[in-house]
């Protein structure tokens, strides 16, 4: 069973930091393209950043410079360090698994074809 566990979401004020982390398994991991997308009450989800098999990252132009993704392999695990958190960056926030590596299909939700249950992020004023 292919499956995706989202964890270390919580409440930060303004300029602070978390870590969040997505455990996998069922998965190809090593072979896979990881994601982390993030909602808004109210708003569609939107891509927040992704890393390919090469360790290649890209990021949402409203995130670059203060988050950063990366994964160990070894551990099936893919993670988003988010520093100097805005109140607009409160969200639940969704780590998936793609099987493709084209950059211009990992901005996509639908390039990604397992999800996981999220994890909500706070951020107070």
């Known amino acids: 069973q292919q499956q995706l566990v989202e964890s270390g979401g919580g409440l930060v004020q303004a300029g602070g930091s978390l870590k969040l982390s997505c455990a996998a398994s069922g998965l190809p991991f090593s072979d896979c393209s990881m994601g982390w997308f993030r909602q808004a009450p109210g708003k569609e989800r939107e891509f927040v950043a992704s890393?390919?098999?090469?360790?290649?990252?890209y990021y949402a132009d409203s995130v670059k410079g203060r988050f950063t993704i990366s994964r160990d392999n070894a551990k099936n695990a893919v993670y988003l360090q988010m520093n100097s958190l805005k109140p607009e960056d409160m969200a639940v926030y969704y780590c998936?698994?793609?099987?493709?590596?084209?950059?211009?299909?990992?901005?996509?939700?639908?390039?990604?074809?397992?999800w996981g249950q999220g994890t909500q992020v706070t951020v107070s004023s």
């Open positions: 998936a698994a793609a099987a493709t590596s084209a950059p211009w299909r990992l901005t996509g939700m639908e390039a990604y074809d397992v």
């Open positions: 890393i390919d098999w090469s360790g290649t990252t």
